[in-house]
């Protein structure tokens, strides 16, 4: 999968505020991604930083979950495997909005 965002890992962080950070293991450098809009309820702030942080994880587990899949199904008889096929749409469509 060819990607243009900030490879990962990517954790929160919190002091006062959550704070997405990206994490470079290799030089144990750090880079601030997303403050959050701390408006929203705690709990809420604390999810939406977890659900960004884990973004490229769950990027690169769809793509390889679709690469698999795709090989060890083959070809489809349609009937039989319609609701594959439109969750492989989905995560298709998922990942060209991630990647686009």
Same mark, same amino acid.
């Given at each position: ?7 990962? =890992? ?7 505020? =959550? ?7 290799? !030089?144990?450098?750090?880079? !601030? ?5 701390? !408006?929203? =309820? ?13 973004? =490229? !994880? ?43």
């Amino acid at each position: 999968m060819n990607t243009k965002h900030t490879p990962g =890992p990517w954790k929160v962080y919190e002091d006062e505020r =959550p704070i997405v950070t990206i994490w470079d293991e290799k !030089d144990e450098s750090t880079d !601030d991604l997303a403050f959050m809009n701390y !408006d929203l =309820p705690q709990e809420q702030v604390q999810s939406n930083a977890k659900l960004i942080a884990a973004a =490229p !994880d769950l990027l690169a587990a769809i793509d390889s979950l679709l690469k698999e899949a795709g090989q060890a199904i083959g070809k489809r008889d349609v009937k039989k495997h319609y609701h594959f096929m439109v969750a492989e749409e989905a995560a298709k469509r998922a990942i060209a909005a991630a990647t686009s």
